[in-house]
């Protein structure tokens, strides 16, 4: 009698140059990442850190993960979204579920640091197979993708390289790496909208990356997308792409092993902010630092801060830090009725939010509410003195802007653009 076989096909997950796991793809359609014997067994003071889940949970590396169809949430949240995911698909002519042909794609040009490179078939480690009794490997056929698809999100948003003055997106030459979002085609002016948002957190304290709106003509090499009757594209620079290297992230999706679709769910901003302040290399910064971002958040009406949009940051390849800000939008001209992303201290109502529920906030955290409660009267004093100005200089839409002051009278008083408390 024949003994039956089960094809596999396998990718090599590497972090700056160290071999971290290997992600098998069986016939039958099952993903599973195993973890290399050399990567467990280093010394925890040279081992770079692939996710925070393994300095929490000390087994974490010992057990592989298994999942059907999708890769694991550590790997997923790598992939693409909505409309750049679709796009991803019909380029690989696979259904847009097929997370393991995804990974291989991008694999090159991930998010981070992470690099997912196709094994050849008789270099499978057998370490890495250990979960069936009786495979067959195949070799991947699939090739590497150029930066164009690499980037995850529901905007369709490029990587690019800015050469003399212009944002290259078919190219990938260690230069100037910025993310790129085209106008969208179902929202009105969204990339104005962002640049305005990023201004305004900047000069309220908020760390961001640079910010530029762009002009079309200035980009080269963008696929042939349909695209609205607007003029400007929105272009951040990238803060895990540094000279001739890449910087290690994560968001906390990955964090706490959700896949995107929970992004709005099952994490509360307390849990957000308890992990980051006992996991930060300076936790007491980083906790100020998302302080200050929630309000900006209420104050400016960002719905959007979900688990994707919260992100940390491995510089020295080892401690964690809080990760600039990005994706700040003004949300309420888009979406009806419109709050904030995840609860905090049980509401989502911008409106019902004050002083008392950031306390609350920081005793569940566990941080000083002294320590908090300065840099949120800096955040309002600075939107309170800055804001209305820059607000009338700035690029936003007026009808966005009015409904933005109308934004602002419907918060509690405290937190209006106009008052300082006391």
């Not at 850190?49 to 929490?56: E, G």
């Not at 349909?226 to 290690?248: G, K, M, T, W």
């Not at 849990?271 to 906790?287: N, R, V, W």
Request: aromatic share 8%.
């Amino acid at each position: 009698m024949t003994k039956q076989t089960e094809q596999v096909e396998a990718l090599e997950i590497r972090l700056h140059g160290v071999d971290v796991a290997v992600i098998a793809h069986y016939a039958g359609g099952k993903n599973i990442l195993t973890f290399n014997p050399d990567y467990r067994t280093m010394p925890q003071a040279q081992r770079p850190v692939f996710t925070l889940r393994q300095i929490r949970d000390r087994n974490y590396l010992n057990r592989p993960q298994v999942r059907t169809n999708r890769i694991p949430p550590v790997l997923s949240n790598l992939l693409p979204e909505g409309a750049l995911r679709e796009l991803t698909a019909q380029a690989l002519q696979c259904h847009i579920d097929n997370e393991f042909s995804m990974l291989a794609y991008l694999g090159a040009n991930l998010p981070g640091a992470i690099v997912a490179t196709p094994i050849n078939a008789g270099n499978m480690p057998d370490w890495a197979l250990q979960q069936r009794l009786s495979t067959e490997p195949q070799q991947i056929n699939t090739q590497h993708v150029d930066t164009k698809f690499s980037l995850a999100g529901v905007q369709m948003k490029f990587s690019s390289v800015l050469i003399d003055g212009r944002y290259h997106i078919d190219q990938s030459i260690p230069e100037d790496f910025w993310i790129v979002k085209t106008p969208s085609t179902v929202h009105k002016s969204v990339p104005a909208n962002e640049f305005t948002c990023m201004r305004l957190a900047e000069a309220a304290g908020v760390e961001t990356p640079d910010t530029r709106l762009i002009g079309l003509d200035e980009l080269a090499g963008l696929p042939n997308i349909r695209l609205p009757d607007e003029p400007f594209a929105y272009a951040i620079q990238r803060f895990d792409r540094a000279s001739n290297c890449r910087v290690h992230t994560e968001d906390f999706a990955q964090v706490f092993g959700l896949y995107p679709a929970d992004k709005y769910q099952k994490v509360n901003y307390e849990q957000l902010g308890k992990t980051l302040y006992q996991e930060s290399a300076d936790g007491l910064a980083d906790i100020q630092q998302m302080a200050r971002r929630l309000l900006v958040n209420i104050l400016l009406g960002n719905g959007d801060a979900h688990l994707k949009n919260w992100t940390v940051m491995y510089a020295d390849q080892r401690s964690m830090r809080l990760a600039p800000s990005y994706d700040v939008v003004f949300t309420a001209p888009y979406i009806k009725n419109d709050r904030l992303a995840l609860n905090m201290v049980g509401t989502k109502q911008w409106n019902e939010i004050t002083f008392e529920h950031f306390e609350r906030w920081s005793e569940i955290v566990g941080v000083p509410w002294p320590a908090v409660r300065a840099h949120l009267l800096d955040t309002i004093e600075k939107a309170h003195s800055e804001w209305p100005q820059m607000l009338a200089e700035l690029p936003m839409l007026d009808e966005h802007k009015v409904a933005l002051k109308a934004h602002w009278h419907r918060l509690s008083a405290e937190f209006r653009v106009g008052y300082i408390p006391q």
